[in-house]
């Protein structure tokens, strides 16, 4: 009877693995633009990168954000601009880490409608449709608003944030 009934426990979690499943993020609305900000060295890094859990930075060339930074012809920012943060990243657990986003919101998929990242929340906040994202612990998840309802759910594209040798980070797709 024992034997029946741990078969049958294992069924059920099946099931529910497989219909938790159908509900996925999609983070790829955002068209697929290059990204490189080169903040490999350490003093550049020091300058324009985050150093503590919950510290941003946004890279908005027509914007001129950052202040003092120099954008080349080898700088790309994206879609709608480049948000870094610190924060965790969800696929390694690793703590205080650099995180990157692109900025547009990817329900209105439109360059120069950016989330801001509202700091009492460390969320990422779209001003057109509402939609708030979790940037510092789920990789640029919705949390609430357009962004999380319906069967497909839409995340903020992620970039990659490789570590250099010379003490710093190179941002890219």
């Not at 969320?123 to 497909?152: L, R």
Request: include cysteine.
């Amino acid at each position: 009877m024992n034997i029946f009934r741990a078969a049958i426990a294992a069924i059920l979690m099946s099931v529910v693995l497989l219909m938790s499943g159908c509900h996925t993020v999609d983070d790829e609305r955002i068209p697929a633009v290059p990204v490189n900000i080169n903040l490999a060295d350490a003093g550049l890094w020091n300058t324009y990168g985050v150093s503590g859990f919950g510290l941003f930075r946004y890279f908005i060339p027509q914007a001129g954000e950052p202040a003092g930074f120099r954008y080349t012809a080898n700088t790309a920012t994206g879609f709608g601009g480049v948000l870094l943060i610190g924060g965790m990243d969800p696929f390694s657990t690793e703590t205080n880490v650099p995180l990157a986003y692109d900025l547009a919101c990817p329900v209105e998929s439109e360059p120069n409608v950016r989330v801001s990242v509202d700091p009492s929340t460390f969320e990422a906040v779209c001003g057109k449709c509402g939609s708030h994202y979790d940037i510092t612990m789920q990789g640029g998840a919705p949390v609430s608003g357009p962004a999380s309802q319906g069967k497909h759910k839409y995340g903020l594209s992620r970039y990659q944030c490789l570590r250099s040798t010379s003490g710093g980070y190179i941002i890219t797709r």
